[in-house]
């Protein structure tokens, strides 16, 4: 891209911009909006899951979720270059700030979304939790008590 976008002959700031105006459009192009293409994805896959018992949506919904997947993916390098350009201008002088800016970003990923038992995917981490204890709870109660070892003096 810098080959073709720069002009030997040309001034140095009359190529810096040119070459500037050519990687964001090349970016906007090759990468478009990451945030809106995540929620125009999560709004179809939502549709999808509401009418679920047609059968050839099936193959819609998990070629939605593997977009949905690269999308994320994208997003999570996009904050991890937007922390490493801050710290390349702010130098040394905010490491700790950036450090956990990014270790959080890192952490938020691993319960970003959740497909809960309506089967509508949500993002809200109360939603998350009471799904997670609403699993384990019903997973739990299918183990017969008879599974249990006794313990002498003890009642289960």
């Known amino acids: 891209m810098l080959r073709n976008t720069w002009t030997e002959n040309a001034p140095l700031l009359s190529n810096a911009t040119n070459f500037g ?6 970016n906007i192009n090759e990468f478009g909006h990451i945030m809106k293409h995540k929620r125009i994805l999560m709004a179809r896959v939502d ?3 509401e009418k679920s018992n047609i059968p050839h949506l099936i ?4 070629e939605l979720k593997q977009e949905l997947n690269i999308v994320l ?3 999570e390098s996009l904050w991890y270059q937007h922390a490493w350009t801050q ?14 800016t990014t270790k959080a970003e890192q952490r938020s990923k691993y319960y970003r979304m959740m497909q809960l038992e309506n089967g509508h995917c949500s993002e809200d981490t109360k939603a998350i939790r009471i799904g997670v ?3 384990f709870e019903n997973l ?11 313990i002498q003096g003890v009642a289960l």
């Open 133 to 135: 204890v609403r699993f």
């Open 140 to 150: 739990l109660l299918k183990i017969q008590p008879l599974a249990f070892c006794s």
């Open 59 to 62: 193959d819609l919904e998990i």
């Open 47 to 49: 549709r999808v899951l």
């Open 21 to 26: 105006e050519h990687t964001m459009n090349w």
């Open 73 to 75: 993916d994208q997003e």
């Open 87 to 100: 710290w390349i201008n702010d130098s040394d002088r905010k490491t700790n700030f950036y450090h956990q």
